[in-house]
């Protein structure tokens, strides 16, 4: 278990889900919470390849605070099918400010735990990681 600034441990399950995400490809998504009564970063939910871009912001709460990866496909302009992998750091301005301040402080070191992540986005609504956002970001 790895500790952050704020004193947060990433659970092992955390680094098994990114990384079947980031080498089997078996997932869309992965959203992160912070378990306050074990002090440790958890896996949420997991997305499975037929899920979209929108099934997961909707999997991410209005009023609360999350981290999440997207594996994002594309295609470039010579026709070349490519990947990206964003690291989101979801807070929206609703959330309260302990946990806003608690995510901001372990985010740094369990993007670390995340190796391989290549886009960050921090968003506080949903028109700061809109889809068009993500394309924009990934070229």
């Given at each position: 278990m790895a500790n952050s600034a704020s004193g947060i441990a990433v659970s092992d399950e955390c680094k098994l889900k990114f990384l079947e995400l980031k080498a089997k490809r078996n997932h869309r998504y992965i959203v992160f919470k912070i378990?306050?009564?074990?002090?440790?970063?958890?896996?949420e939910k997991v997305g499975t390849q037929v899920e979209t871009y929108e099934d997961f912001a909707n999997s991410l709460p209005d009023n609360d605070c999350r981290y999440?990866?997207?594996?994002?496909?594309?295609?470039?302009d010579e026709n070349c099918r490519k990947s990206k992998i964003f690291f989101i750091a979801w807070s929206p301005d609703i959330a309260k400010v302990r946990t806003k301040m608690l995510y901001a402080?372990?985010?740094d070191r369990?993007?670390?735990?995340?190796?391989g992540i290549q886009v960050e986005l921090q968003a506080t609504d949903p028109s700061e990681m809109s889809w068009d956002t993500l394309k924009a970001r990934a070229y």
């Open positions: 378990d306050d009564t074990v002090q440790q970063v958890m896996v999440a990866v997207f594996d994002y496909d594309f295609t470039t402080s372990s985010k369990f993007k670390r735990e995340l190796d």
